[in-house]
């Protein structure tokens, strides 16, 4: 199969300029809060507004430390606990979700059940409705059974949340494989562990990244659970940041914008770590065997 | 080292993919399990590989039953349709692969990837990856990667399926030889007759999970021991056509009568006196056995070209009659044109006769 474009920089410039207007016009709001957050008050509230302006770090600053109006000095926030908890929670949700979506997708598709499509799509409804139609009773079991406030409380409703997705996604790149190439394992005298482990598991490790990726965005932005399932102690940056909005002194938005800034980073080193992995993963299906 | 298999089943729910099969493949026999798709000779070799478990019946290797084995227990090598090399390794790693439950000290291994490498002409590639290989290569590999162990037997699903006509026919060359140099029992699935007939040393033709007929290549092209066989086996596919038994002797002569009027008076198997007059047959004739003759004759059908194929050393020609469609084959010099009205001669003994229940009407010999 002829491979054309495989090389960076063989699209035209007409092409490339395009594609790089829209990237722009994409881009753009996320551009404009990373310069709010580098912006004073004024500057941010500034009509019409300023592209050009002197940066300033105080609104990062203000994200840990804040001034206290009563003594004067200067106070520590719980913004840092906030964004360990968001990475724990995130991570730890989605790499479960993974681990289960994997066994079962491989499952799914290797050793169809009878009815194998049913439970599939039985799978698939708990993502149907929207989640505002089961927070309160969701919310109602957590008070009951202690959940409500802790990590395992929230982790726990994530994962669930995230299976249904890896499973369909990952078992698309199972059944994308070659089967012969399992049996000729088998042949070759590969235990049932070593076919799954050694021959399928790396054969799909860019859908895998993929799937991961895109629960971590989901999971990452999640707001409602997050507000209504987690304790002081287990607050996630999307809930801490809506906290922010509501001060006697108006909205902040350079601080607002700073935690957005920050909150962007760990998504953004993920998916560029990933990066090749991701484009394999999201294009897995039209590669030919 | 024999194979065998008796009374084998499997049955996938309500389906049953094979049924009941009796096989035997000797010592160095290389045998072609040959029928049109889901006709069950690919389950078939999944259950001597061990893939796939016999539902009934035994599989038996060396006169051991060997179902309840693993198909690393039953040292089966089996090379598969679409290859199936494993991506992630290059060429020689592939091939080692099969080796390392063996537990060879790497030098050894390193000596058996280079004589396989070797036999089939891989030296220069040991170090690519699969992905970079052509159709040809990959199949030499997968070749190579079964014969590098010393396998009770081997098993090829499909072998040439992949490749195109000219690669097929020098691959095909190119795995009889290596064959011929293993003298352990060899299966071969193919639905490419031409396949199976150059290869093989015996065809199984299969249909509905069941074996048809069983028998060299020859005999299953020269002497097919029903219907099914018949039209299968051959191409063009042999004229079978539905006549109705006037009289016959014990000889062999007949007279048969075909719908539309026409009559027949040839020379066929003399097990033809056990059918009644009266009963309704098909017979069967090979296109290149027809001949074309001037005048009408008590042995020939006269007919009508309806469309003409030249293929080149040869031509094929359909003709119908309104009642009968036949298919000849005749020498590419011989003018042919559509709308021609020709006599085709039906020569003594090369028209096999089918009885009602599909069967061949034909001595034992």
Redesign the interface.
């Given at each position: 199969m002829a491979r054309k474009y495989r090389e960076i920089g063989q699209a035209g410039w007409g092409h490339t300029l395009f594609a790089g207007f829209i990237g722009l016009v994409y881009f753009f709001p996320v551009f404009w809060i990373i310069l709010t957050a580098f912006k004073t008050r004024p500057d941010a509230l500034a009509v019409p507004p300023k592209l050009f302006f002197t940066p300033t770090w105080d609104n990062f600053i203000g994200v840990f430390y804040r001034a206290s109006i009563t003594t004067g000095t200067s106070q520590a926030t719980d913004m840092g606990l906030y964004f360990f908890n968001s990475i724990f929670i995130a991570f730890t949700s989605v790499g479960l979700a993974l681990i289960v979506g994997t066994l079962a997708s491989y499952a799914f598709s290797r050793y169809p059940l009878r009815g194998n499509d049913i439970y599939l799509f039985i799978i698939l409804t708990t993502r149907m409705m929207p989640p505002i139609v089961v927070i309160i009773p969701i919310f109602l079991m957590f008070r009951l059974s202690g959940l409500a406030g802790s990590y395992w409380g929230i982790i726990l409703l994530y994962t669930a949340f995230n299976i249904p997705f890896s499973i369909w996604l990952v078992k698309s790149f199972f059944d994308e494989l070659?089967p012969?190439?399992e049996?000729?394992?088998?042949?070759?005298?590969a235990t049932e562990r070593r076919v799954f482990f050694n021959?399928c598991i790396?054969?799909i490790l860019a859908g895998l990244s993929a799937t991961f990726v895109f629960g971590l965005i989901l999971t990452w932005n999640e707001f409602l659970f997050a507000l209504l399932l987690t304790g002081v102690e287990t607050r996630t940056v999307p809930v801490a940041m809506a906290r922010t909005l509501g001060g006697e002194v108006g909205v902040d938005y350079g601080l607002l914008a700073a935690i957005v800034t920050l909150f962007l980073i760990p998504i953004f080193f993920v998916t560029f770590i990933l990066q090749n992995q991701l484009l394999r993963g999201v294009t897995f299906g039209t590669i030919k065997? | 080292m024999t194979i065998e298999l008796r009374q084998l089943t499997k049955r996938f729910g309500a389906l049953t993919a094979v049924d009941a099969i009796d096989l035997q493949v000797g010592d160095g026999e290389v045998l072609c399990l040959l029928g049109p798709s889901g006709c069950g000779k690919t389950t078939t070799l999944?259950m001597v590989?061990?893939?796939e478990m016999a539902t009934e019946g035994d599989v038996m290797l060396d006169g051991k039953r060997i179902n309840d084995l693993?198909?690393?227990q039953r040292n089966?090598?089996?090379s598969?349709?679409?290859?199936?090399?494993?991506?992630?390794l290059s060429v020689a790693e592939n091939l080692a692969?099969?080796l390392?439950?063996d537990k060879l000290s790497n030098s050894e291994i390193e000596t058996r990837v280079a004589q396989v490498a070797s036999t089939l002409q891989l030296d220069r590639i040991l170090k690519r990856k699969p992905s970079q290989l052509a159709e040809g290569e990959k199949q030499r590999v997968a070749v190579g990667?079964s014969i590098i162990r010393n396998p009770n037997c081997f098993l090829f699903d499909e072998p040439l399926s992949r490749l195109d006509v000219q690669l097929r026919e020098e691959m095909r060359g190119e795995i009889k030889l290596v064959l011929q140099n293993l003298s352990r029992p060899t299966v071969i699935v193919t639905h490419d007759q031409l396949e199976a007939l150059t290869m093989a040393d015996r065809i199984a033709v299969m249909r509905d999970g069941r074996i048809e007929q069983v028998d060299t290549p020859h005999n299953v092209f020269q002497t097919p021991s029903n219907l099914f066989v018949a039209g299968f086996i051959g191409t063009p596919q042999m004229n079978l056509i539905a006549a109705q038994l006037k009289d016959s002797d014990s000889h062999g002569q007949a007279n048969f009568i075909f719908e539309g009027g026409q009559a027949l008076k040839i020379k066929v198997d003399p097990a033809i006196s056990r059918l009644a007059p009266g009963s309704k047959v098909t017979l069967g004739i090979r296109p290149r056995n027809l001949k074309m003759i001037d005048e009408p004759a008590e042995d020939s059908l006269s007919t009508q070209v309806d469309l003409v194929e030249p293929m080149g050393a040869e031509t094929l020609a359909h003709m119908r009659d309104g009642f009968q469609n036949l298919r000849l084959v005749t020498d590419w010099r011989v003018p042919l044109s559509e709308g021609n009205k020709i006599h085709v001669r039906f020569p003594p003994g090369v028209t096999h006769v089918f009885a009602k229940d599909e069967t061949v009407i034909r001595r034992k010999s």
């Open positions: 070659n012969e190439i049996d000729a394992a088998r042949m070759d005298g021959f790396p054969q065997k | 999944r590989a061990g893939l693993s198909p690393r089966v090598a089996m598969f349709q679409f290859y199936a090399l494993y991506p992630a692969y099969p390392h439950a990667r």
